[in-house]
């Protein structure tokens, strides 16, 4: 069982910065994490993806030259710099198992408050 606990929405201004953090307890299972995004009335879409144990990262079009994902251990921090009116959604942490087995964060809530 992965335990998935995000931190670091919040409101800010287009053109700002935020870090949310993904602290994950145990990873030895973990083949792949990242972060997905869904907006109201839109679907869940993916962020950022990476490997555990190699260095592939996939990032979303929207997002590529903004974001910067990253991990320390068991920690999976998403670095959004240049914010627009359009990254507003709730953000969740994302893993999966080397079975496949899905995990998914409570969400964050980032917010543009220009």
């Known amino acids: 069982q992965v335990q998935l606990v995000e931190s670091g929405g919040g409101l800010v201004q287009a053109g700002g910065s935020l870090t949310l953090t993904c602290s994950a307890g145990?990873?030895?299972?973990?083949?792949?994490m990242g972060w997905y995004r869904q907006a109201p009335g839109k679907e869940r879409d993916l962020v950022a993806l990476?490997?555990?144990?190699?260095?592939f990262i996939k990032y979303a079009d929207s997002v590529k030259g903004r974001f910067t994902i990253s991990r320390d251990n068991a920690n999976l921090y998403l670095q959004m710099n240049k914010l627009k009116p359009e990254d507003t959604a709730v953000y969740y942490c994302?893993?999966?198992?080397?079975?496949?087995?899905?995990?998914w964060g409570q969400g964050t809530q980032v917010t543009d408050s220009s």
């Open positions: 145990t990873i030895n299972s973990v083949m792949f």
């Open positions: 990476g490997a555990i144990r190699s260095p």
């Open positions: 994302y893993a999966m198992e080397s079975g496949r087995t899905e995990y």
